[in-house]
Every structure is written in C-alpha cells, then in structure tokens.
C-alpha cells in the first residue's frame, strides 16, 4: 500500500478516524493448506516443467525458495571442509548439519565483487547486507539510496499470485536504524536483504505473535477463524465509509490536493483488492497452537519461533518465497547463552588471536545449529505429494561478508539445502572456481518458474549442475 496517503485529520470534515486508525490491521488475511486439488495435476506439472515453468514440482506440489542471512561472516578455516566431493568430511562450524548431509551442498567460490571497497571506502557490513540478494554496487549516501531489486523479489513478481503474501519478510534481530548507519551507508542496507526496487527495502517482520496473527488471526486456538470474518467485516465497512466520504469532497479540493485525494483512493482500492483476495483462497485452517507471546528475551526460543513461522507459512501455502535475517551485518549482540558474553562485532575482529578466533567458531556454529533444526523442520513436514517441506523447497544460507575479520566478499560462506523438487543434486562440496553468487541465483530463480530474467545484478551466467 503506498505510505504516502492523505492524513484524514488533514481534512475540514474529518470525523476523526485518522490515517493510523484506518491502516491498523488492514494486513489481515487468511492463511489456508496446500490442498492437493487445487495444485495443477502431475501431467500439467510435466509439461511445465518442460518448457522451464516451475511454479510446482513435477508431483504438483508447491516449490519454495527461503534465504537465510547470518552477520559478520565466519571463521574460513572453521568452515571449509578439506575435500571436496560427496564424501567430503564435515568442519567443526558445519558439524551440527551432518545429520542433513543428503539435503544440502556446500557452494565454495561464489563471490560478491560489487561489496568490495573500491572507491567506495569502508561501509563493508551496509555492502554485506545490500548485496547479498541484489548482487549490485550500492550508492553510498544516508540518504539518496539506490540498490537493486533482490532476487525474492524478482521471484515474488512471477510466483507470488499464487498465494496470499507473495513473499514473507523476517527476522530475528529487532535492531533497526535510520540515516547513515556503517560509515556513511544508509541504516536501509544494513537492515536488509529484500528490496521490491532500488530505493525501496522490504522491511521484515521482527515479532512472533504480530507475524503469527498476520497469517493466522488474532485469538485463541479454535476462535481465529471466526475472529478472521468478523475483522474483515470491520474492514470492509471501514473501507466503504472512507470511499464514500472521500468522493463527496473532491468537488470542495483545490487540485493539488484532489491529486492527494486520488493517490488516496488508489491506496484504499488496493487494501480493498487485498482483502476480497484473501476472500477468495477461502477459510483458515487453525494450526491449533497457541498464538506467541511477543519477542522471547532468550535469543535462541526467538530464532527458533521465527523458524517456525516460516515453516507454517510453507506448510499453509501462505507463500513460497521468504527470507529471514538471523542478524544484521555489524550486529554486536552476545550470545550468553552459550558463554559469551563479548559482542560479535568486537570479536570478529580477532586480529589471529586464537581464543577470539575459538569464540567466533561458537558463535558460527550457534547459528548453524539454529539453521540445523530449520532444515530438520522442513524434513519432518510432509507435502502434499508425500515428499517433505525439504524436498520441495531451496533454501540458501548464507552471510554477505566471508572472512568476518578482514572483511572479504569472496568465497562467501554459502549452503543451499533442499532438493527443489527433484531439480538439485544435493549432498555434496563443491567449488565454483570463482564467480558471481549472482549466477547461484540465476539458476535459482530458473526452477521457481521466472522467465525473461536474462541476467541479474552482476552475473556472468547461470551457475551449472547445481
């Protein structure tokens, strides 16, 4: 909805319902199952699938594509195993995934040239996050911001019809920020991975329960459904009151502020639009838990609830495409949890010091053991095809900046799991020489059924046998 709407209260004849009052909870929408009988038919998804068309697998299922972003990089040694292959042998940072060898391949030499300095000086966390989905050359400036559409995005345009949010934005990390925030950068980079166009960043959703209620509604388990009705209701009678009372003034404005009034009206038909969609993907099925509390103090239960929200919004057919920030780049939060009470940032800059080096490797591998349950997650929930969450599904994990002490772009610490329907051979290290990530995405957007995408930030070509 665009944010530059008329302020009622601006009005002569405003009754009092502001702006804020008409826009609080118009983003209420149903969340129904992947249902089998309204997925296409495994012969129409064959023939899809053979000209290149993969919006569903070849069983008809739906396919998903998730990124995950974890700050600050990682240690190298920690991370790389020493042979490439399949029977390559787990590092001590990656050992928490060796129970998902089968579902996932290690993708070594992907670079982001564009987050190197350059001219451009230091900034190399504002990049780390600016790049990392975009894959282009960030406008250094707090204000004049400019990036490039991230590559959800460019999934969500093709595929997002197909279900009630067209993409999902979250994170674990309630840190934000504005104007300039990494030396010169504008705070929108370093807080996120997902831009719906150069200049706009698809801010993500950083608590449970507001998430939780977005997809499912609001109220106890056994009441969202009819809580759900009745919001809509209460909307749509919102909805024609401001329509009604905002034709009667057009003949009372001058032009310039009948040129707000329509950019206006265009925003309420849009939510209008919004809602009878929600309509028409029929009623919620309750996932019959209780609704989260609210952001948990402990910050491995956040990470983990904000894990299982994208696991239900997959499961729901809420959407099938999400990303979800585990950290901003820069993030100097410690992890008590596990003993630390130093901020990742400070200790990411260990300068060779071995026991800073040995609580950067826990650190790292806290966050893999954070992505290990996601994946295991994925794997326990079943399709409708029989096939697991996982089967269906590619999700890359990974961080903008590779060696988090020198602050290098190169050879980024990259893990695509997930089978894509039967479209990628997992189970393995490999190294890609050295090429864009944006080639990685390339081929991803290929199997989620985008066409026309000839090239994409700095890509050079689509990365082979992935």
């Known amino acids: 909805m665009n944010t530059k709407l008329l302020h009622r209260s601006e009005t002569p004849t405003s009754p009092g319902l502001s702006r804020r009052h008409f826009l609080r909870g118009l983003g209420a929408c149903v969340a129904l199952p992947a249902l089998e009988s309204l997925c296409p038919?495994?012969?129409?998804?064959?023939?899809?699938?053979?000209?290149?068309?993969?919006?569903?697998?070849?069983?008809?299922?739906?396919?998903?594509?998730?990124f995950v972003y974890f700050p600050n990089g990682a240690i190298p040694s920690a991370w790389w195993p020493t042979e490439e292959g399949n029977d390559f042998e787990f590092s001590k940072t990656l050992k928490p995934l060796e129970q998902h060898r089968q579902h996932l391949q290690l993708l070594g030499g992907l670079d982001h040239k564009t987050a190197e300095p350059g001219p451009d000086g230091a900034g190399d966390h504002a990049r780390g996050n600016g790049t990392f989905l975009?894959?282009?050359?960030?406008?250094?400036?707090?204000?004049?911001?400019?990036?490039?559409?991230?590559?959800?995005?460019?999934?969500?345009?093709?595929?997002?019809?197909?279900?009630?949010?067209?993409?999902?934005?979250?994170?674990?990390?309630?840190?934000?920020?504005?104007?300039?925030?990494?030396?010169?950068?504008?705070?929108?980079?370093?807080?996120?991975?997902?831009?719906?166009?150069p200049t706009t960043p698809r801010s993500p959703e950083t608590n449970p329960r507001l998430l939780f209620e977005r997809l499912f509604g609001a109220g106890a388990p056994g009441q969202r459904q009819e809580n759900l009705k009745r919001r809509q209701q209460e909307q749509r009678s919102v909805l024609d009151f401001v329509l009604e009372d905002a034709r009667g003034m057009q003949g009372r404005l001058n032009p310039r502020d009948n040129d707000k009034l329509a950019q206006y009206l265009n925003g309420v038909r849009e939510v209008e639009t919004r809602i009878e969609r929600a309509e028409r993907f029929g009623e919620i099925r309750d996932p019959n838990i209780e609704t989260p509390?609210?952001?948990?103090?402990?910050?491995?239960?956040?990470?983990?609830?904000?894990?299982?929200?994208?696991?239900?919004?997959?499961?729901?057919?809420?959407?099938?495409?999400?990303?979800?920030?585990?950290?901003?780049?820069?993030?100097?939060?410690?992890?008590?949890?596990?003993?630390?009470?130093?901020?990742?940032?400070?200790?990411?800059?260990?300068?060779?010091?071995?026991?800073?080096?040995e609580k950067i490797s826990a650190i790292d591998r806290w966050y893999v053991e954070q992505f290990s349950r996601f994946l295991q997650k994925l794997k326990d929930t079943p399709d409708i095809d029989g096939q697991s969450l996982?089967?269906?599904?590619?999700?890359?994990?990974?961080?903008?900046?590779?060696?988090?002490?020198?602050?290098?772009?190169?050879?980024?610490?990259?893990?695509?799991?997930?089978?894509?329907?039967?479209?990628?051979?997992?189970?393995?290290?490999?190294?890609?020489?050295?090429?864009?990530?944006?080639?990685?995405?390339?081929?991803?957007?290929?199997?989620?059924?985008?066409?026309?995408?000839?090239?994409?930030?700095?890509?050079?070509a689509r990365l082979g046998e992935v």
């Open 41 to 66: 038919s495994p012969g129409m998804a064959t023939e899809a699938a053979s000209t290149g068309r993969l919006a569903t697998t070849s069983t008809g299922a739906p396919l998903r594509a998730a």
């Open 134 to 197: 975009t894959g282009v050359r960030l406008k250094k400036s707090a204000t004049d911001i400019r990036a490039g559409i991230s590559i959800d995005q460019i999934i969500a345009r093709q595929v997002g019809h197909l279900t009630r949010y067209p993409s999902l934005e979250l994170a674990s990390d309630a840190t934000r920020g504005s104007g300039a925030c990494d030396s010169g950068y504008a705070c929108a980079y370093q807080y996120n991975i997902s831009w719906s166009s």
């Open 293 to 357: 509390a609210g952001i948990p103090r402990d910050r491995a239960q956040y990470v983990q609830l904000m894990v299982d929200m994208m696991v239900l919004a997959f499961q729901t057919d809420s959407t099938r495409v999400a990303t979800l920030m585990l950290g901003h780049d820069g993030d100097n939060r410690s992890l008590s949890e596990i003993g630390i009470a130093e901020g990742h940032h400070d200790l990411s800059h260990h300068f060779n010091d071995a026991a800073k080096i």
């Open 390 to 460: 996982l089967d269906n599904s590619m999700v890359l994990y990974g961080s903008g900046n590779a060696d988090g002490n020198k602050h290098t772009h190169s050879n980024l610490p990259l893990i695509l799991a997930g089978a894509g329907g039967g479209t990628i051979t997992p189970g393995r290290y490999r190294r890609c020489g050295s090429q864009p990530a944006s080639n990685l995405f390339l081929s991803l957007a290929d199997r989620m059924g985008v066409t026309g995408l000839e090239r994409f930030g700095d890509s050079t």
